[in-house]
């Protein structure tokens, strides 16, 4: 008689504990959902109770916590093989092994740090966890290898990089040149990708720009990005308000989750590159304009002193929205009010100049990456300081 899975949710375990949970669930042929330790309790409680509600469809084998930008928690299912079939690829391209430590400064709640906690049960590289809530240089210093956000790796790199690490995967928002030239002076070989808790891996880039992951075929039809590969999730729970509002969409062995992308040749290695341009909900509708967010925050984070952009749309009557940019601010040199506008005065056509600007630290998800959603309030509420 074939073992029935269930759900097993998991919180507040030290890192040790957490591996030797993972490693018994799993064994035992049962699906962990690794909670976030900095939820109040009747957050997790509420997502612990609609997790147990549900029966286990057949062949889930992990339950990953994905809030995007916005905070609203969803509760992704996949099977094991989804992730498992990457990983030797994912190897090859790191040349990393089961001798390797791999540094993951994320939260495990998140799917980027389950996914290499999944590659270790399935003989990859050792995990290196965080003692604590905030990272410490000290949790890492036996890594080899590195697995996480723009964000997390930079400030591994500022706190002094481990002797030993010598290859970094980075993944969820966007890796700017300064911070590969800055590892790659170190020694540091870097990966970065494009990828989403429901797609798995997708593209990755070398340093020659994106090219889609081995095994996965991109389409770009109308500028909306459609994956077909064997890493691709099941969906999201069932029977939860928040699982029915994901974003992902199935067209037979294509999915989305409504990512825009083009296709641009690159004359340099003459070849065709993959270039996203943002989540199709994230688009600011001004006035008769589309203004994509990522691609003014390209341009705002080539200023001096910008360590950081998001753009996002304040509602406003008449015209919709207006374009609104906040810049997290370099210690050693903040920016000018004067310097950013000039940049997007010679830089950005008219109708995508922020017309209303912010200088504050970015709110980021848990995973670090930025949260637009809630930036967009704070500035909605008059919660952060605007420049003149």
């Given amino acids: 008689m074939s073992h ?96 390797d430590r791999v540094a993951l400064p994320g939260p495990a709640s998140s799917s980027l740090t389950l996914f290499s906690l999944g590659h270790w049960l399935a003989g990859g590289p050792i995990p290196l966890l965080a003692a604590g809530r905030t990272p410490k240089s000290g949790d890492f210093a036996e890594a080899t290898c590195f697995h996480g956000t723009p964000q997390t790796f930079r400030a591994l790199l500022e706190a002094g990089a481990p002797p030993m690490l010598r290859t970094a995967l980075v993944g969820g928002s966007h890796l700017d040149s300064q911070l590969r030239q800055q590892a790659e002076h170190l020694g540091i070989r870097v990966i970065a990708y494009y990828g989403a808790a ?31 590969s064997p890493y691709l999730a099941e969906g999201y729970l069932p029977g939860t308000g928040q699982a029915r509002a994901g974003p ?18 690159d004359k340099r290695h003459r070849a065709r590159r993959l270039h996203l341009l943002g989540r199709a909900d994230s688009a600011i ?39 609104a940019a906040a810049v997290e601010p370099e210690e050693a040199a903040p920016p000018t009010a004067a310097a950013l506008r000039c940049a997007a005065d010679r830089l950005l056509a008219p109708t995508h100049r922020p017309r209303l600007w912010f200088c504050t630290e970015i709110p980021r998800t848990t995973s670090g990456k930025p949260a637009r959603g809630i930036l967009q309030d704070q500035a909605e509420a008059r919660q952060v300081p605007r420049l003149a």
């Fill in 285 to 323: 509708l001004s006035a008769s304009a589309t203004i994509i967010p990522e691609e003014v925050e390209a341009v705002l984070r080539s200023v001096d002193g910008v360590a950081d952009a998001v753009v996002f749309g304040l509602r406003r009557p008449r015209v919709g929205a207006l374009v």
């Fill in 4 to 99: 029935q899975p269930s759900f097993v949710p998991l919180r507040g375990f030290s890192p040790q504990d957490l591996l030797e949970r993972l490693h018994s669930i799993r064994a035992a042929g049962d699906v962990p959902l690794v909670g976030d330790d900095s939820w109040p309790e009747p957050q997790w409680r509420r997502i612990a109770d609609e997790l147990m509600a549900q029966s286990c469809p057949p062949g889930v084998g992990w339950a990953a916590l994905t809030s995007g930008s916005s905070g609203s928690p969803r509760i992704v299912l996949r099977t094991a093989a989804s992730w498992e079939l990457s990983y030797p690829a994912l190897e090859d391209g790191l040349g990393i092994g089961p001798q």
């Fill in 198 to 228: 429901e797609l798995s891996l997708v593209a990755m880039d070398t340093g020659q720009g994106l090219v889609p992951f081995p095994r996965v075929d991109i389409k770009v039809d109308d500028n909306e990005l459609w994956v077909r």
């Fill in 248 to 265: 992902l969409i199935r067209s037979g062995s294509w999915a989305t989750v409504g990512d825009r992308a083009e296709w641009k040749w």
